[in-house]
């Protein structure tokens, strides 16, 4: 199957709060968008460069990139309705 | 022991804006952060980017811009108005910009669990990118209104300003002042952050606005208290200190006259105004105290000395005719740098422009001696009288520590057909409030005597000098005032 969400998540080295993050939106991710997502994992402290050309001020920060438009969503993404909502996700099946 | 007080203090870092320098007493506290509070449209932005540029272009001192308010591309656009270039700048790594303005599509939060790390990053690798000694935040406001978890803004700002202060990095940096706001500002951290808070405002004129900026608070420094007036022109920033009063000493000197050139009134006045005084020449319209004032700077030329004409009665084109007609030529003098003449819009003049312009504009030449004409003239086109009263103060004591002598021509109302006796019953409450910073007062008359117009003179106060008491008469000719007899009725 095709990629159809990409997405970008901002973290801060290997912080508790950074892990959380990751470990919440792959939950997230892989039950609903299985194989259909690409998500990479930004590290501020190794690349502010990125983080200035996607204008990040918090960590964690998602970003969907694709399907338009962006969306961003900070925090601890351990909230699956708001992330869901807030990035404009539609769950399969 | 000597050294206590310096111990400590705050060292400054010269913004290089115009007059700012002066009014903060050498600059801003240097590697600590300044806050600029105002409302919208008072300027707070020009003041960061005039900050950034003249550390670029005169200190060699690379800047960071932090913009929350507006793009880094409307930023560079604005600032092409002023003719200056961010672009070349940025290419030559000489500014380095954090674009975090307002973004485009939607932004959730979920939870407040998270941290600001990535502007501090953001910020250090625009800091590094330049080798910045400078760096500004535009929208501190903006920041904390973006975000609902207020303590992680806070521990940034803390974290960024304490990075700063180590890397001596001089901070400016702005936030929006709402009218209804009672403290400095809104987050309660600002203060703590800053060392220092200005805050500007913009007040309405009879036909403008006027920026006003005053220091709040300098921690650990000296400022110049009091409002200073500021303009926004299509150079920048124009900031007009007020003159420090302290460490004046006096150049006043009786012994020293300063004549007219005008033979029978010089006598009266005991050869003439005494060095560093300030002389009020009332009288009302046709009496001819701008003639008194053209004779009296043309004789200290003849006597080498030089003038300052300050034209607010008549435009300056004008004065240099009428003064022609009587064989003076004040285009020459002006050419020879004898004389230089200042003048202002008549509507909304603000007093500490006049007087930044009117002491630029004696130094500049050295000149002894001034001509103000008039006070009249400043008293119905400022706000109000306690600023001209100001105004002559600090230009008294200006005038007075350098020695220069001084007349303010005053139109004096009701002076017309004075009855019999009642000759001095014209000098008005003007007048009378203006008297504590006058040395002295000639008083210039019109009378009605046997179907004819008269024009009397009388010195009406010489401050610690001999002078005559009689009234005399004048007639203006070509050529000058020409005194006439003793007036007896």
Not at chain 2, 26 to 44: C, D, N
Not at chain 2, 209 to 219: D, E, G, I, P, T
Not at chain 2, 420 to 447: A, P
Request: glycine fraction near 10%.
């Amino acid at each position: 199957m095709p990629v159809k969400y990409v997405l970008k998540l901002y973290v801060t080295g290997a912080t508790p709060r950074s892990q959380a993050a990751l470990k919440n939106i792959k939950k997230i991710l892989d039950v609903d968008f299985k194989g259909i997502y690409s998500l990479r994992v930004i590290d501020v402290i190794k690349n502010p460069k990125l983080a200035e050309d996607d204008k990040i001020l918090a960590t964690p920060t998602l970003i969907k990139i694709l399907p338009p438009p962006v969306a961003r969503i900070i925090g601890d993404l351990l909230d699956r309705e708001k992330v869901l909502l807030g990035l404009d996700l539609v769950a399969m099946g | 022991m000597q050294n206590r007080t310096k111990k400590g203090a705050v060292e400054k870092v010269l913004t290089g804006i115009r007059g700012l320098d002066e009014a903060l007493d050498g600059g801003v506290p240097k590697g600590r952060s300044t806050l600029i509070t105002g409302g919208t449209g008072t300027g707070k932005t020009v003041i960061l980017n005039e900050f950034l540029y003249q550390g670029i272009t005169q200190f060699k001192e690379n800047g960071v811009y932090v913009a929350f308010e507006e793009s880094k591309k409307d930023i560079i656009k604005n600032v092409k108005g002023f003719g200056w270039n961010y672009a070349s700048f940025i290419a030559q790594k000489k500014l380095a910009f954090v674009d975090a303005g307002a973004l485009r599509g939607m932004t959730f939060e979920s939870g407040q669990n998270y941290d600001l790390i990535p502007l501090i990053e953001r910020m250090n690798y625009a800091l590094k990118k330049v080798k910045a000694k400078r760096l500004v935040i535009d929208g501190l406001d903006n920041l904390f209104s973006r975000f609902r978890n207020k303590d992680a803004v806070r521990q940034a700002l803390y974290q960024i300003t304490a990075e700063l202060k180590d890397l001596g990095v001089t901070v400016l940096m702005t936030e929006e002042k709402l009218g209804s706001d009672n403290g400095l500002s809104r987050y309660g951290v600002e203060e703590f952050v800053a060392d220092g808070v200005v805050e500007i405002e913009l007040v309405k004129g009879q036909q403008q606005f006027l920026r006003r900026m005053f220091a709040v608070k300098f921690r650990g420094t000296g400022f110049r208290s009091g409002i200073i007036e500021f303009e926004i022109n299509d150079q920048g920033l124009l900031v007009y200190p007020k003159i420090p009063v302290e460490n004046v000493v006096a150049k006043t000197d009786f012994k020293v006259r300063k004549s007219f050139g005008i033979k029978g009134l010089d006598d009266m006045l005991g050869g003439g105004i005494p060095q560093g005084h300030m002389v009020l020449v009332s009288g009302n319209t046709g009496t001819g105290k701008t003639m008194f004032g053209m004779q009296f700077l043309k004789q200290g030329m003849r006597d080498g000395e030089n003038a300052v004409f300050v034209a607010l009665e008549e435009p300056v084109e004008q004065v240099k005719k009428t003064a022609l007609a009587h064989g003076w030529d004040f285009n020459r003098d002006e050419k020879e740098g004898k004389v230089n003449f200042v003048t202002t819009n008549l509507l909304d003049i603000s007093n500490d422009k006049l007087l930044y312009q009117v002491i630029s504009a004696v130094e500049r030449i050295q000149a002894k001696r001034v001509v103000v004409d008039s006070i009249s003239t400043l008293l119905s086109a400022t706000m109000s009288e306690e600023q001209v009263r100001q105004f002559l103060l600090q230009l008294s004591r200006y005038f007075k520590a350098k020695g220069v002598t001084c007349i303010m021509n005053c139109l004096s109302s009701a002076s017309f057909g004075a009855a019999r006796g009642q000759l001095l019953s014209s000098l008005s409450t003007n007048e009378m409030r203006l008297s504590s910073i006058t040395d002295g007062i000639i008083m210039l008359l019109f009378v009605e005597r046997g179907q004819k117009i008269k024009k009397l003179l009388t010195v009406l106060k010489m401050r610690g000098s001999q002078h005559s008491k009689e009234i005399f008469s004048y007639e203006i000719e070509k050529g000058g005032i020409k005194m006439g007899d003793k007036y007896e009725e």
